[in-house]
């Protein structure tokens, strides 16, 4: 089969895609669903998510440094969707789509209960790439369901229907 050049935007599609929650200062809660995201670190564990600069929630993490990022199942599809396509400067998503939280432990920013995995993060530095800035964050705290992890606390990924 013959190749010919294909479009370069997005040529990659990282996966699963990720909904990144968190909190501004005035205690507003906000998510949105995130495709660039990746570990970029395993000593000290780190992980970057890329995010628009035109997106509402850019702003609250470039002010707060903290975010979750809830990994995401094939369950999640309807808040991953809508998650995606209404900004939190228009409407409370929490509220709109009646999304459970659990509060984080180390930083201030809401967790979504329905995701198996949600992993605390704090802001070390970030790079503007272009269409996106990556923000490179510490993993603080890593929360998964008891029955996704292996016997060594690592998380077995073979468990989780991802999308």
Known sequence: MRKKEAKKRSCLKPTPSVIVSMRDKNGKNNALTVGYCCNCSFDPPMIMVGITPTRYSYHIVNETNAFVVNLTTKEN???IDYMGSVSGRDKDKFKEMNVEIEEAINIDAPMIK?????IECLVVDSVHTGSHVMFIAKVLYV????DLLK???????SKIRFL
């Open 77 to 79: 599809q309807a808040l």
């Open 114 to 118: 329905d995701c198996p995995v949600n």
């Open 151 to 157: 016997e060594d606390g690592s998380i077995d990924n």
């Open 143 to 146: 929360h998964a369901r008891e």
